[in-house]
């Protein structure tokens, strides 16, 4: 079982930038890939981000040049750096370990991001 715990969320202004953190407390975390999720208000939850157990990245069109995501296996830890946030960022971020694009079935409970206009 996977725990995982996300952090950094708020309440921001249009262009203005957070920083997310996910520490997950599971062993495989320094060989699987990691990805950041975002469900937005009456939507599905939808991967964004992803970052591979090499370190490298993917990045949904929707953030690719604002987002930048990153991981520190000694910490076991993956970061998001959002920048130029939009109103349309909002939504609560989840993080969690990808087996290819299939999250496990363990989420956190995630972190709230509001971006106002």
């Known amino acids: 079982q996977v725990q995982l715990v996300e952090s950094g969320g708020g309440l921001v202004q249009t262009g203005g930038s957070l920083r997310l953190s996910c520490a997950a407390s599971?062993?495989?975390?320094?060989?699987?890939?990691m990805g950041w999720f975002r469900q937005a208000p009456g939507k599905q939850r939808e991967l964004f981000a992803r970052?591979?157990?090499?370190?490298?990245?993917y990045y949904a069109d929707s953030v690719k040049g604002r987002f930048t995501i990153s991981r520190d296996n000694a910490k076991k830890t993956v970061y998001l750096q959002m920048n130029s946030l939009k109103p349309e960022d909002t939504g609560i971020y989840y993080c969690?370990?990808?087996?290819?694009?299939?999250?496990?079935?363990?989420w956190g409970q995630g972190t709230q991001v509001t971006v106002s206009s």
């Open positions: 599971a062993s495989i975390f320094t060989v699987n890939a």
């Open positions: 970052i591979t157990s090499g370190g490298s990245t």
């Open positions: 969690n370990t990808l087996a290819g694009l299939r999250p496990s079935t363990d």
